[in-house]
Structures are given as structure tokens and as C-alpha cells.
């Protein structure tokens, strides 16, 4: 695996990653994150559990939430989705 798409690990939690080469930063996959933050290793029940919390944070007024770019980051069967 390839500096630019390396997997960090969070105790047990995979995360997927990218490097930027131009920006010099690494982007990481928020649903991955949430997953280790609530210990949670089925990856639909916590993309629904982020969708929520945005859901929830917007209707607050919160900034925090932006729309950003999703990037291509490679699934569990191998092939690369947004």
C-alpha cells in the first residue's frame, strides 16, 4: 500500500486515508472515524449514524457541517466508491 492511500489504525478500526501531495495534508474518511469513535464495526449503521448527525447539527445552525467533496476511497470489496 502506497504512502498516498495507507490505512490508519485506530485500536482496531481501519480508516481510510488519502495524501495530497499538493496540499501536503491528509484527508480521512469521516463514516470510518465515526465508526471507531462509537464503536461501531458495520459501516451502514455508521454512515446512518453520521447522515443523522449532520442532519441533527444543521438543524442546530451549526457551521461545522459544510458541503465538501467526497473522494474515491476503497471499499471492503476492493474497488474504489465516493
Not at 16 to 44: C, G, K, N
Not at 64 to 73: A, D, R, W
Request: proline share 1%; with cysteine.
Amino acid at each position: 500500500m502506497n504512502k498516498e492511500q495507507a490505512l490508519a489504525v485506530f485500536e482496531h478500526y481501519k480508516i481510510r486515508r488519502i495524501y495530497d501531495e499538493t496540499s501536503e495534508t491528509w484527508f480521512f474518511s469521516v463514516v470510518d472515524i465515526i465508526a471507531a469513535l462509537i464503536q461501531q464495526p458495520d459501516y451502514q449503521a455508521a454512515r446512518k449514524y453520521w447522515n443523522k448527525l449532520k442532519e441533527r447539527l444543521k438543524k442546530e445552525g451549526s457551521e461545522s457541517v459544510t458541503n465538501c467533496h467526497q473522494l474515491k476511497l476503497e471499499a471492503a470489496d476492493g474497488k474504489k466508491y465516493i
